[in-house]
């Protein structure tokens, strides 16, 4: 149980493109969902907070309006990176949380190039 | 923003060795939590912690929620080659709230 996914694993994309990450809780209704980016040999910085049916919470120095998340249903949560600039070349994780948990699971991540 | 303290950062270990490596906080939490995370990959919830005091194992890794809430060890007896991998853990004190990571503890196993 608590397995999440996310899609796509991997994405290339010319910079002033758009992208969008997907996460899905495949075996739990996730109320809250996290979206972190991690640098190479660096611990998960966090994102932004999404709650299902209202507007996401972002960290503090993360544009909302560059990362756009939206937390439709309480098994999907997707983050679009807009105008992607090659500095936002990462590796993006989301965690999913069941109502009422302390724990998180995480997905698998999303590898992201922006040449 | 608040992070744990975890040590080592790194460490280099011979096969059959036991490992440890722990987390300190400035600040009590109600729930530690120790993740895995291989090259590529998500971090994978190994132990979770939940009562101070706790000592939790799941096969050959053992943890700990010290008793001051302020502190968690995760021992490994017997590393084995695909125990290599980063080893983060977590603080928590509320459902659905956000994670505070430590900086994670590099181990590499030597055959």
């Known amino acids: 149980g608590a397995v999440v996914s996310q899609h796509p694993s991997r994405v290339i994309c010319k910079s002033g493109t758009s992208v969008k990450i997907e996460c899905r809780s495949l075996d739990f209704q996730a109320t809250t969902m996290f979206w972190y980016r991690q640098f190479p040999k660096q611990s998960l910085m966090l994102m932004a907070t999404?709650?299902?049916?209202?507007?996401?919470?972002?960290e503090q120095g993360v544009e909302k309006d560059k990362f756009l998340i939206n937390h439709a249903s309480l098994t999907l949560s997707t983050l679009t990176v807009t105008s992607a600039h090659p500095e936002d070349s990462s590796f993006y994780i989301c965690?999913?949380?069941?109502?009422?948990?302390?724990?998180?699971?995480f997905g698998p991540g999303t590898r992201l190039t922006v040449t | 923003g608040q992070q744990l303290n975890q040590s080592p950062q790194s460490m280099f270990i011979q096969e059959g060795e036991d490992v440890s490596m722990n987390c300190t906080s400035s600040?009590?939490?109600?729930?530690w939590l120790w993740y895995k995370q291989d090259p590529g990959e998500g971090p994978v919830l190994l132990i979770a912690?939940?009562?101070?005091?706790e000592l939790t194992s799941n096969g050959r890794l053992t943890a700990q929620f010290g008793i001051t809430r302020k502190d968690s060890f995760l021992n490994i007896s017997a590393s084995i080659p695909s125990d290599v991998g980063i080893y983060f853990c977590?603080?928590?004190?509320?459902?659905?709230?956000?994670?505070?990571f430590g900086k994670g503890t590099r181990l590499s196993v030597i055959a």
């Open positions: 965690s999913a949380a069941p109502a009422g948990d302390h724990e998180q699971y």
């Open positions: 912690l939940y009562k101070a005091g």
């Open positions: 977590a603080g928590t004190d509320f459902s659905n709230t956000p994670l505070v």
């Open positions: 600040s009590i939490f109600n729930t």
């Open positions: 999404s709650n299902e049916g209202s507007k996401a919470t972002y």
